[in-house]
């Protein structure tokens, strides 16, 4: 038997209990982060609060349906997703093997599709905010540039507060939604879902992707800080010379007044 694993990032936090009471699929697990929605046998997709949705042995023309619906209950734009797919093959007696293209199994259950769905859902989350920060890292070295060049960069007053704003945005997201360290429940006390999420994890490079993004926000910020602090040193400066050229003014009065 084989299957196709494919994810998609619809671009921000779902209102899970809105989809619950919306959606006319058959619910089997359904939490505050995550529903699991059966749609024939071996066949299964979950929605992440996340912004995730997974399909597991599901054909793409009901997998359009369900991302249409989703767009329409939560009244999402309609925009190109990211999306990560994997194949999966069940083989009797077979070990466990994450491969670069496909997963070798030697049975399907939900625990086993809820495994790949979960890791899956998770790298193409990382994907999601791979690209966002790259964004912000484009810019920031735009801004770099500049000052480079001109000793001086263009974003200033209101206009960088906003970036600094989208950044720490940003973090906080990430922070909040990509809890990939955690192992999931189901793992605990059952070596081979166990073997698979660890497995899966190495082959998607979850962990050094995640460590590769704290340390791109980290540059971020770093770059933040100094354009913050040369934005205060430019207005002091210039609150300065205002102050100077107050007194100067009022100096040039008082000799005027003196001598006339």
Known sequence: MKATTIGYHLGGRLDLKLIKNSLTFHCVYADP???IYETSQYSWFQVFD???????GIEKTLQTDIIGNLRKILSLAVNELESEEIGLEMIPDSPTKVLFDKIIVNHINLDVAKIVMLNIAQSVALDYYIDQTNILLEQTTYFSNELEEKGKFSIKGKGLLKYIGKALNLKNKIARNLYIFDSPDITWDDQYLNDLHTQLNIELDIRIRYRSLQESLSIIQENLEIYKDI???????TLEWIIIILIAVEIVNIIFDKIF
């Open 33 to 35: 982060t995550e529903l």
């Open 50 to 56: 996340y912004g995730s949705v997974v399909f597991f």
């Open 231 to 237: 934005n205060q040193h430019s207005h002091s400066s």
